[in-house]
């Protein structure tokens, strides 16, 4: 009986440990993605993960899927989009992981700060090995608290199986292609 608690216990201060890590707001990145003169732009807002990194990822990977389609994009972490606040964008994206089945304190904590939300394009990517749904809907909730119009909404998954059909290939790059067929799709979308 006491090793079980003695088990659990060391369990619950690792899981606490991880939450405090991954937690803490990570470091200032920009990446532009597409032209620079472009006559739609996005801005793509992510908290890097010190993991795997999927958001970073999936992120310009849906920047990418709209710079075919002639957007410009600029990839930024929660630290650097302070940087950007004046600046107008026809499509806002906030890509959150999620821990606890709640999406990351970075991004919620973003959200609930900015002012400049109001009738705006807005597009929420839900990342997390697999279990979402209630982060999905709490970063859904956040956005319409904002008066956004939440055009759409996605989740993506680390482990748990991103397509029904049976394939080799790894999961997380399933994952990175389909955010690049979500970013055609908005902005075909946003065109029509
Ligand atoms: C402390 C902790 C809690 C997590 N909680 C969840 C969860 O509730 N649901 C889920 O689907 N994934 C959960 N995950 C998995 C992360 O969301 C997943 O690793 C992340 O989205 C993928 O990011 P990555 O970019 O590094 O690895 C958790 C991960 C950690 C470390």
């Known amino acids: 009986m006491v090793n079980i608690l003695v088990i659990l216990g060391l369990t619950l201060i690792v899981w606490i440990v ?5 937690d803490k707001k990570g470091p200032e990145k920009i990446a532009v993605v597409g032209s620079a003169n472009s006559d739609k732009k996005a801005l793509i807002v992510y908290d890097p993960d010190p993991i795997y990194n999927l958001d970073e990822k999936v992120s310009k990977s849906f920047a990418e899927g709209l710079s075919e389609k002639g957007w410009g994009s600029k990839v930024v972490t ?3 989009a302070e940087n950007f606040e004046k600046e ?4 806002y994206v ?3 992981n999620t821990y606890n089945w ?3 304190k970075a991004i919620r904590d973003h959200i609930k700060n900015i002012d400049y939300l109001q009738r705006k394009n807005v597009v929420a990517i839900t990342l997390g090995s697999g279990s979402t749904k209630r982060s ?3 970063l859904e909730e ?5 008066e956004a119009v939440l055009i759409d909404s996605r989740v993506f998954w680390l482990m748990k199986p991103n397509t029904e059909s049976k394939t080799k290939r790894s999961n997380s790059k399933i994952a990175v292609e389909m955010a690049n ?5 908005v902005a075909e979308r946003i065109r029509n």
């Open 18 to 22: 991880l939450t405090v890590i991954v």
């Open 78 to 80: 929660v630290a650097a």
């Open 88 to 91: 107008f964008f026809d499509l």
């Open 94 to 96: 906030f890509c959150a």
């Open 102 to 104: 709640a999406p990351d």
């Open 136 to 138: 999905q809907r709490l």
């Open 142 to 146: 956040l956005i319409k608290q904002k």
């Open 181 to 185: 067929n979500f970013g055609k799709e």
